[in-house]
């Protein structure tokens, strides 16, 4: 499967010129065997190639590059407690050859999220080979990581190219496609925090973009029973949806088609504020947090159905996030990131008359126990007791996950409904 690049480049109705950067992706069985062919085009003077991979995927697909590539220069990390941040970046960087003249990303999100860091660093293209269908970010044009205790959205590059051989990537343990199945379940509370946004502030929005991410959700949807048979279809179909995924975020320029309340939640327990390190992949969190998200959203429906009052709305909660981030060394940074409170830009009285036309865009959603058994029949995590969390985790999740990003969601909203 060649993906269709050309459509996406076609002028929009929303009147944004959507920039696509990646030149070609191919998604099947053998697509790495283009690489030699691809390492001329893109690194036509000669210069080093350097392969930039960990113990696990050099394992899964690094000696094969290293079989199709002469003179590969190859940076490989300790897979063992390997984490986006400034610990893995500054520890790549110090192993680059200074003539590198392409990357290759072997890997997966972490993997990806380092290399495409370093590429932008280092006005140096990279080639994406995914060992997993584990992340929706594989042609993001932004990194995300946990940088000093602090989770944020770093400026970056996408790949030129995504060779996904389906040979290699469903071969990764289960768990790691579970997570992207997650992952992009993610995206129905992610288009209604976009959607209701747009309403009551007129934030842009692009319905081209929400369809690209509603096909990708059809996608996955469509083919959870064939991807737990081991189907290779239905493992192109999920990596398809990763990339289209990944492709509407590109089209933006950031994550707000990919990420909402969902993913805050899992950016509040990956900066461990209120728990400790918690050995769980990034889109297993998003998937809990999916699953708690759409029971907060349609619980809060049902008030405004039955009518609800607003409450005059004080800031942000200062005390709070002094509480909770301080230990941390984080409370400057928090309040620094929520300088600008978006829910400052909300006129009530007008918010008041479109809590109707809200709780119609969570109606959208799937109810949470519907999310639940989507969750179960891909083999994903959906509780807080599944990534180690306890009860006592949810109110304080709901109340302050909302602050790691300054970005309006329904789950920040809220504040202002005198629940």
Request: glycine share 6%.
């Amino acid at each position: 499967m060649i993906v269709n690049l050309d459509e996406l480049k076609k002028p929009c109705s929303c009147k944004k010129n959507h920039d696509i950067s990646v030149d070609q992706i191919i998604i099947e069985a053998g697509a790495i065997k283009a690489l030699p062919e691809l390492i001329k085009q893109y690194a036509p003077q000669g210069g080093t190639i350097t392969m930039i991979c960990d113990d696990n995927t050099y394992q899964a697909a690094g000696h094969m590059v290293e079989n199709l590539v002469e003179n590969l220069y190859i940076v490989k990390l300790p897979s063992e407690d390997l984490h986006a941040n400034e610990i893995a970046v500054d520890q790549t960087a110090a192993l680059l050859p200074e003539d590198s003249a392409l990357f290759l990303a072997v890997g997966s999100g972490t993997i990806h999220d380092i290399t495409r860091y370093l590429a932008w660093k280092n006005n140096t293209p990279f080639i994406s080979v995914p060992t997993a269908a584990s992340v929706d970010g594989y042609v993001s044009t932004v990194a995300a990581m946990t940088w000093y205790g602090f989770k944020k959205t770093l400026t970056a590059v996408a790949p030129v190219c995504v060779l996904a051989d389906t040979d290699i990537f469903m071969k990764a343990p289960y768990r790691l496609t579970a997570s992207g199945i997650s992952d992009l379940l993610g995206k129905y509370t992610a288009i209604a925090d976009w959607r209701i946004s747009h309403l009551v502030t007129k934030e842009y929005i692009c319905e081209r973009v929400c369809d690209l991410e509603s096909q990708a959700l059809e996608t996955v949807c469509n083919n959870i029973e064939a991807i737990r048979q081991g189907s290779k279809e239905g493992y192109e179909q999920l990596m398809y949806g990763l990339i289209l995924s990944g492709l509407a975020m590109q089209m933006v320029g950031n994550s707000r088609p990919a990420s909402g309340s969902e993913h805050h939640f899992s950016h509040f327990w990956e900066m461990e504020i209120i728990n400790p390190p918690l050995p769980y992949y990034h889109g297993e969190k998003v998937g809990v947090g999916l699953a708690l998200a759409s029971k907060v959203y349609h619980e809060t429906k049902e008030q405004i159905r039955k009518g609800i009052s607003l409450k005059p709305y004080e800031g942000i909660e200062k005390e709070l996030i002094y509480k909770l981030f301080n230990p941390k060394n984080l409370y400057e940074e928090i309040l620094k990131e929520n300088e600008a409170d978006p829910l400052k830009e909300i006129d009530l009285d007008a918010f008041q008359e479109k809590l109707g036309a809200i709780a119609d865009i969570i109606e959208e959603i799937p109810s949470p126990e519907k999310i639940i058994e989507i969750l179960q029949a891909a083999g994903a995590l959906y509780k807080l007791e599944d990534i180690g969390l306890d009860a006592s985790a949810y109110d304080i999740s709901v109340q302050a996950s909302c602050y790691v990003r300054n970005r309006l969601t329904f789950m920040r909203i809220r504040k202002l409904l005198d629940l």
